[in-house]
């Protein structure tokens, strides 16, 4: 079955450069969510869309931004990182007709 | 607001016993879904078991199950004769379920070692 897919699977970057990181949900899938886990962290809740609008935000910082594509692509774009970025970002898709996220394997961001 | 809780940070458990990770949680709605997922070392985030807040009966799904106590806010998950392989750490999460685009909030975890 097809899953959800997340590249990079690892990424380093130095301190105040750019990242990119990008989510390809379950076909008909149509919310897409990102959360970001520090080490030794439970997954904090960043943003989420439905049908290719923002439909939820959390803490996520101004820094970050993120959208979804016309194929329902989504990516999450993070400007002048820094140390405390590092992290594991994680991408899940639901549909209403299923109970359950799919999460994806996760992209590990480091910033040195 | 809805939270969860988590009270057990690590726990020893000999090979083939049983194991009950303990999870509270707190939520003014009516209609919620609690969630486990198990977290390996390799990072990624697998879900185990879901018991939505109208189900009447424990979720179960192979060795593992769901001990859920509505009265008392509970949703402990059992897991049956242990294997090496479960040692990871699991996440007690929940979300609004009368949304169901809703996003999951998580627990602060349980790592779980299985002894040989």
């Known amino acids: 079955a097809a899953g959800v897919i997340q590249s990079p699977r690892h990424l380093i970057k130095e301190k105040r450069e750019t990242a990119t990181l990008k989510c390809y949900p379950i076909?008909?899938?149509?919310?897409v969510y990102w959360y970001q886990q520090g080490p030794g962290q439970d997954p904090q809740f960043l943003i989420s869309?439905?049908?290719?609008?923002?439909?939820d935000k959390g803490s996520i910082p101004d820094r970050f931004s993120a959208q979804q594509f016309s194929d329902y692509h989504s990516e999450l774009n993070m400007s002048s990182l820094e140390l405390g970025d590092s992290a594991l970002y994680f991408c899940?898709?639901?549909?209403?007709?299923?109970?359950?996220?799919?999460f994806g394997s996760g992209t590990r961001l480091t910033v040195v | 607001a809805q939270k969860i809780t988590q009270t057990q940070p690590g726990m020893f458990v000999q090979e083939k016993e049983a194991v009950t990770l303990d999870c509270t949680y707190d939520t003014s709605d009516q209609s919620y879904g609690l969630f486990w997922y198990k977290q390996p070392s390799s990072g990624e985030m697998i879900f185990l078991i879901y018991?939505?807040?109208?189900?009447?009966q424990n979720a179960t799904e192979g060795r593992y199950s769901l001990n859920f106590q509505k009265a008392r806010k509970s949703a402990n998950l059992v897991i049956s004769a242990s294997q090496l392989g479960d040692s990871a750490m699991y996440f007690c999460?929940?979300?609004?379920?009368?949304?169901?685009?809703?996003?999951?909030?998580f627990g602060k975890g349980t790592r779980l070692h299985i002894l040989p």
């Open positions: 018991q939505g807040s109208y189900d009447e």
């Open positions: 899940a898709s639901s549909s209403p007709s299923n109970y359950g996220y799919t």
């Open positions: 999460a929940m979300r609004d379920d009368l949304n169901r685009d809703d996003k999951i909030i």
């Open positions: 869309f439905y049908e290719k609008m923002q439909s």
């Open positions: 076909p008909r899938h149509d919310t």
